[in-house]
T-cell receptor
Framework: AQTVTQSQPEMSVQEAETVTLSCTYDTSESDYYLFWYKQPPSRQMILVIRQEAYKQQNATENRFSVNFQKAAKSFSLKISDSQLGDAAMYFCAQIISNFGNEKLTFGTGTRLTIIP | NAGVTQTPKFRILKIGQSMTLQCTQDMNHNYMYWYRQDPGMGLKLIYYSVGAGITDKGEVPNGYNVSRSTTEDFPLRLELAAPSQTSVYFC??????????????FGPGTRLTVL
């Protein structure tokens, strides 16, 4: 069974600074996908970034990047030049590449506060 | 495209009442999902569907039912509402062909309170 752990319930960062959110996961599968979703107060789940496990190169989307350490089963999210609009809950999630297993496993989330 | 839409946004039910949460997607996605999110927790899968006429249980299916008569719609039915079903419900969909078939796209959620 897959598990996803986010050990930081809350984080805060000064506006324009950089923050890193941690995520570790556990799976016996070798082919899977990892995601970071953002949930602002509106509750909408918004995809921030995705990473394919078979790709060694870390994914990047504008100010968002990941540090994917497959051997360590670690998948952290780095937000550069933090903006007030980045304030939200951030969820790490994993799904294995196996049609028949449709479970997207989520962590418990990290609440990010941006300090003006 | 409107993406994934859900109705209603909010609902209060009395214990024992029934209701249907509606979910529609206009992206022609074959796969659709229902999740619930309890306070301070991540999302848990209730039911999913891999295409019209095909549904299957997820992690927490008890107390719920689903149907999938069309590609676009995936309603979630609560037959006898219980306080334990107080939660925020999310519908999601994903493509089965093309790029990014691993990525699920979420609706805005329905906040349900059972009193």
């Amino acid at each position: 069974a897959q598990t996803v752990t986010q050990s930081q319930p809350e984080m805060s960062v000064q506006e324009a600074e950089t923050v890193t959110l941690s995520c570790t996961y556990d799976t016996s599968e070798s082919d899977y996908y990892l995601f970071w979703y953002k949930q602002p107060p509106s509750r909408q789940m918004i995809l921030v970034i995705r990473q394919e496990a078979y790709k060694q190169q870390n994914a990047t989307e504008n100010r968002f990047s990941v540090n994917f350490q497959k051997a360590a089963k670690s998948f952290s999210l780095k937000i550069s030049d933090s903006q007030l609009g980045d304030a939200a809950m951030y969820f790490c999630a994993q799904i294995i590449s196996n049609f028949g297993n449709e479970k997207l496993t989520f962590g418990t989330g990290t609440r990010l506060t941006i300090i003006p | 495209n409107a993406g994934v839409t859900q109705t209603p946004k909010f609902r209060i039910l009395k214990i024992g009442q029934s209701m249907t949460l509606q979910c529609t997607q206009d992206m022609n996605h074959n796969y659709m999902y229902w999740y619930r999110q309890d306070p301070g927790m991540g999302l848990k899968l209730i039911y999913y569907s891999v295409g019209a006429g095909i549904t299957d249980k997820g992690e927490v299916p008890n107390g719920y039912n689903v149907s999938r008569s069309t590609t676009e719609d995936f309603p979630l039915r609560l037959e006898l509402a219980a306080p334990s079903q107080t939660s925020v419900y999310f519908c999601a969909s994903r493509a089965s062909a093309g790029i990014s078939t691993d990525t699920q796209y979420f609706g805005p959620g329905t906040r349900l309170t059972v009193l």
